[in-house]
Nanobody, 118 residues
């Protein structure tokens, strides 16, 4: 059974930083793409950053230069380092992967909430 578990969310002041983690079980992440999405209240879920198994990561324009996605394959974990946070970054952040091969699917974590407020 594939499972994604996020952690690291919380309340932070504008300009602050948080690091989110997503640990996978049931599949190895070394050769698959992983993504971070977010959903703010009343808005659709959007892709924030994608960590590719080969190649450079992708970022949505609103976070480029502030957020960094990286992975530790040995720990089967991806991270989202978020710096210079803004109130508009407030959302529930989700980890996602489509898996691969026999474990192809659409897998989501339970989400971790991030609130940026003074």
């Amino acid at each position: 059974q594939v499972r994604l578990v996020e952690s690291g969310g919380g309340l932070v002041q504008p300009g602050g930083s948080l690091r989110l983690s997503c640990t996978a079980s049931g599949l190895g992440i070394s050769f698959i793409d992983m993504g971070w999405y977010r959903q703010a209240p009343g808005k659709e879920r959007e892709l924030v950053a994608r960590s590719r198994s080969g190649g450079s990561p992708d970022y949505t324009d609103s976070v480029r230069g502030r957020f960094t996605v990286f992975r530790d394959n040995a720990k089967n974990t991806i991270y989202l380092q978020m710096n210079n946070l803004k109130p508009e970054d407030t959302a529930v952040y989700y980890c996602n992967t489509d898996g691969s091969g026999a474990l192809r699917g659409n897998y989501w974590g339970q989400g971790t909430p991030v609130t940026v407020s003074s």
